[in-house]
């Protein structure tokens, strides 16, 4: 079983700033990303950050890229998303998503964290 734990959620203005955290409570997770999700709609994937033994692979929504950046710290066990030129559709709770791959696959969620963007 993985813990996630995510923070750096609040409210901020229109064309600013946040990074939120997600720390897992063990390493060995292949894929780490974010989703948000907003009431009444599906959740969906804002980015996800894939470790392999020879690359890392990042992925972004079309509607973060340019604006959002999704980093690792291995040795920390967590995933960052730095959130700049913030818009109010940004406006949901965040969720960090782990995935661990190979023979037995697992999927892990951490509980949210509300981010809104408003003046």
């Known amino acids: 079983q993985v813990q996630l734990v995510e923070s750096g959620g609040g409210l901020v203005q229109p064309g600013g700033s946040l990074r939120l955290s997600c720390a897992a409570s063990?390493?060995?997770?292949?894929?780490m990303g974010w989703y948000r999700q907003v009431p009444g709609k599906q959740r969906e994937l804002v980015a996800t950050?894939?470790?392999?033994?020879?690359?890392?692979?990042?992925n972004y929504a079309d509607s973060v890229k340019g604006r959002f950046t999704i980093s690792r710290d291995n040795a920390k066990n967590t995933a960052y998303l730095q959130m700049n030129s913030l818009k109010p559709e940004d406006t949901a709770v965040y969720y960090c998503?782990?995935?661990?791959?190979?023979?037995?696959?697992?999927?892990?969620w951490g509980q949210g964290t509300q981010v809104t963007v408003s003046s």
């Open positions: 950050f894939t470790s392999g033994t020879s690359a890392t692979i990042t």
């Open positions: 998503n782990a995935r661990a791959l190979g023979p037995v696959p697992a999927t892990y």
């Open positions: 063990r390493s060995s997770i292949d894929v």
